[in-house]
T-cell receptor, first 108, second 113 residues
Framework: GQSLEQPSEVTAVEGAIVQINCTYQ??????LSWYQQHDGGAPTFLSY????GLEETGRFSSFLSRSDSYGYLLLQELQMKDSASYFC?????????FGTGTRLQVFP | DAGVIQSPRHEVTEMGQEVTLRCKPI?????LFWYRQTMMRGLELLIY????????DSGMPEDRFSAKMPNASFSTLKIQPSEPRDSAVYFC???????????FGPGTRLTVT
């Protein structure tokens, strides 16, 4: 089968750095994406890794290692507005397969 | 660009009634996806279309669910008859040439009593 596992919840304080992990049991995918969803809102695209390694987009970075079946989203200089759910997703065929999601709570 | 548009934003209906959810994708996007999100099951893909043609409907829970895309700018998801377990947020998303990036609509929160 295909599954992407994430921790259910992560907490951190403002200004800190947090890493959200994504482990998967699937193969033959094109790349790994990350989406952010605020409570009551829709998922929005954050980043994409087509190749192994680190991709940086402002305060957010994303990493992929196909050999380890593992990826992560790194959020730096955390702000209160970063409190949201974060989903990893693999692009396979013409569709995205989403992970279980991680709820991030940022405290002052 | 107005983004993906969904209507209604909220729907409350009684068990047994027909429910129709509507979606207008971003102009120029040729793929459209319907998702359902619940606390228990997370974000589930129900069906998707490429160039208005249904490609994969393996996520549609049962025959009570049906989806159509009569043209490039409109899609519907219909539940008939609705049941309380259908209560969820239903998202529509569209995708252009960057196939790893989907644009989600605001969702329809469906409550079936």
């Amino acid at each position: 089968g295909q599954s992407l596992e994430q921790p259910s919840e992560v907490t951190a304080v403002e200004g800190a750095i947090v890493q959200i992990n994504c482990t998967y049991q699937t193969s033959g995918f094109y790349g790994l994406s990350w989406y952010q969803q605020h409570d009551g809102g829709a998922p929005t695209f954050l980043s994409y890794n087509a190749l192994d390694g680190l991709e940086e987009t402002g305060r957010f970075s994303s990493f992929l290692s196909r050999s380890d079946s593992y990826g992560y989203l790194l959020l730096q200089e955390l702000q209160m507005k970063d409190s949201a759910s974060y989903f990893c997703a693999v692009w396979k065929g013409d569709k995205l397969i989403f992970g279980t999601g991680t709820r991030l709570q940022v405290f002052p | 660009d107005a983004g993906v548009i969904q209507s209604p934003r909220h729907e409350v209906t009684e068990m047994g009634q027909e429910v129709t959810l509507r979606c207008k994708p971003i102009s120029g996007h040729n793929s459209l996806f319907w998702y359902r999100q619940t606390m228990m099951r997370g974000l589930e893909l129900l069906i998707y279309f490429n160039n208005n043609v249904p490609i994969d409907d393996s996520g549609m829970p049962e025959d009570r669910f049906s989806a159509k895309m009569p043209n490039a700018s409109f899609s519907t998801l219909k539940i008939q008859p609705s049941e309380p377990r259908d209560s969820a947020v239903y998202f529509c998303a569209s995708m252009g040439t960057r196939k790893y990036e989907q644009y989600f609509g605001p969702g329809t929160r469906l409550t079936v009593t």
